[in-house]
């Protein structure tokens, strides 16, 4: 079968922002105020609106860059267009690790709110067993095969499932209220058990800010878009506002309905295993119970299939990128998609699940591996309204030079949130992808780009910056991270969180000023200007013949 490397243009409004709101709308909902619920008591609701404000930032950032460059697996392709290919490679490897991942996410959260009708998923220490994992490993193989007949399938099945999604924690909201809403319960241990760190800890590890992440799929899929000026940066918007007000409104009554007779011990002795779904039955609705764990199977699958279609558009990025060998930028001509990159994001997935059998684990490792390569974003978005100064843009974002650093800030904050036990693996694993390139670029020049002077100047401050998080998460203060392992205090809360801050906003302008005309943004804005004459000529044709 001859292969090519274009993918289709099928993608409708609705089909853009159910993709975003499939992906916002997955397992968060029904794990991940309970584990912000345990480490933040009542102030939990405050972590939903500190995420929801950062990534609102960058939301309203991508939203211009997806109208002014839509791309497939545009994470990928904005860093090559303004600062080379070294920089590329470090933010589309980081963001193929993070995608990877998130399929294996949903598939163990159906697994973990399974467990309590089928013990034989449980493993030791609230991890799940071999059975539950290969459970899961089977349900990655059905977003596998959903997404290998093309994106317009991927969609047909995507819109409905996530209209539905929407559906139930939304009637989740209304019965809590009505049913088994205790205001007395905003008091209990005090509004702020775990104090202000603890608040913003869960922002990182209990899968509030990840819940939020997957805004970004409009903006990956934004390639296979009809109207992606439009489209892109409507989907984006909506979907966050969407996503922000319904978890918010999910924690709220989550900590009004647990029973009295629960917090006897603290919001750390919470340990449902399906937290809606059992709440729901101490409020006489085992009715509505049964339907949560019905959505406790649909929601994950909904959201890990919308991640099985983003990852390999990300790797494909980085083939058209030519980081990686060209097989991965090969198109089924009838399906339109990259089959090897869908296979190799696959076995990845799989992968994952082995070294983190718990959702919680594995949220905290794709949860800072998305956020540092989302927080490129904004620095990209800086280096265009100057290398590229007079191309249109159907949306252009008021305020830029204020909500692009604020934005930076935000989401370096939130990385070092996470930790020094997820950091280090997670950058090991980024150093270990950059060696691979280098040594592939010097073996192989043909197959893989090797980034010359300008591009490695023009990363620099990329790679100093993610050893400068490393060695905050090392230093900094000892709350953030496991008890088992994190930072040793040398600088103590909360001067940890200023010394970031500051730092990170003197990389986002470091970063701003390294960023130049690349060889690549030239030959894509004269691509998108021959193909905007080209849309013109046929329009004016299409006129003509029906004048006449």
Do not use: C
Request: hydrophobic share 50%; glycine share 10%; charged share 10%.
């Amino acid at each position: 079968m001859t292969l090519q490397t274009h993918l289709k243009k099928e993608l409708s409004l609705l089909d853009l922002t159910m993709a975003s709101l499939g992906a916002i709308i997955g397992s968060g909902w029904l794990l991940a105020s309970q584990s912000a619920a345990e480490g933040a008591g009542p102030s939990a609701v405050l972590s939903w609106l500190i995420a929801g404000i950062v990534v609102m930032l960058l939301g309203l950032v991508y939203a211009e860059l997806g109208s002014f460059l839509p791309e497939a697996g545009a994470i990928a392709r904005y860093p090559q267009y303004s600062h080379g290919p070294l920089a590329s490679f470090i933010i589309g490897w980081a963001a193929f690790v993070a995608y990877s991942a998130l399929p294996a996410v949903e598939s163990e959260a159906v697994v973990t709110y399974a467990q309590s009708y089928i013990p034989a998923f449980k493993g030791a220490h609230g991890t799940i067993s071999l059975l539950g994992l290969m459970t899961a490993a089977g349900l990655m193989i059905v977003f596998y095969t959903i997404n290998y007949f093309g994106v317009r399938t991927f969609a047909r099945v995507n819109t409905p499932l996530t209209l539905l999604k929407f559906f139930m924690p939304s009637l989740t909201i209304v019965l809590f209220f009505i049913f088994g809403f205790h205001a007395r319960n905003f008091h209990v241990d005090g509004f702020m058990p775990g104090g202000s760190a603890g608040m913003m800890k869960v922002v990182s590890t209990a899968g509030v800010v990840f819940s939020y992440l997957g805004f970004r799929q409009a903006v990956d899929l934004s390639g296979e878009a009809k109207n992606p000026g439009r489209d892109v940066p409507l989907a984006v918007i909506l979907s966050l506002i969407i996503g922000i007000a319904l978890y918010t409104l999910l924690q709220v009554v989550f900590i009004g309905a647990v029973p009295s007779s629960v917090l006897a011990h603290g919001w750390q002795s919470l340990s449902y295993s399906a937290p809606f779904a059992q709440l729901a039955v101490t409020l006489n609705l085992a009715w509505f119970g049964v339907l949560i764990f019905a959505d406790a199977i649909i929601s994950p699958l909904g959201t890990g299939n919308v991640y099985m279609a983003t990852t390999p558009r990300v790797l494909y990025a980085l083939a058209q990128n030519r980081h990686v060998p060209k097989i991965f930028r090969k198109v089924d001509p009838l399906t339109g998609v990259p089959v090897s990159a869908l296979t190799a994001g696959l076995i990845v997935g799989i992968i994952f699940l082995a070294p983190f059998p718990a959702w919680q684990a594995l949220v905290a490792v794709a949860s800072s591996a998305a956020v540092l390569t989302y927080i490129t974003g904004p620095v990209s978005a800086a280096v265009f309204r100057r290398t590229a100064i007079h191309h249109a843009r159907p949306v252009r974002l008021g305020g830029l030079g204020l909500i692009a650093p604020l934005a930076f800030i935000g989401g370096s904050l939130i990385i070092y949130w996470t930790g020094w036990n997820t950091n280090a693996p997670l950058l090991g694993i980024i150093l270990a992808g950059l060696i691979l390139y280098l040594l592939a670029g010097f073996t192989a020049p043909q197959e893989i780009a090797r980034p010359d002077k300008q591009s490695v100047k023009s990363a620099a401050w990329l790679i100093v910056f993610l050893l400068f998080m490393l060695v905050m998460s090392y230093i900094g203060s000892g709350i953030f991270g496991s008890p088992a392992n994190h930072g040793k205090g040398i600088i103590p809360y909360p001067w940890d969180l200023v010394v970031v801050a500051l730092f990170s906003l003197a990389f986002y302008y470091w970063g701003v000023q390294s960023g130049y005309r690349t060889r690549d943004l030239t030959e894509r804005l004269e691509e998108s200007l021959t193909a905007g004459k080209e849309d013109h000529a046929s329009s004016v044709a299409d006129l003509h013949h029906h004048r006449h």
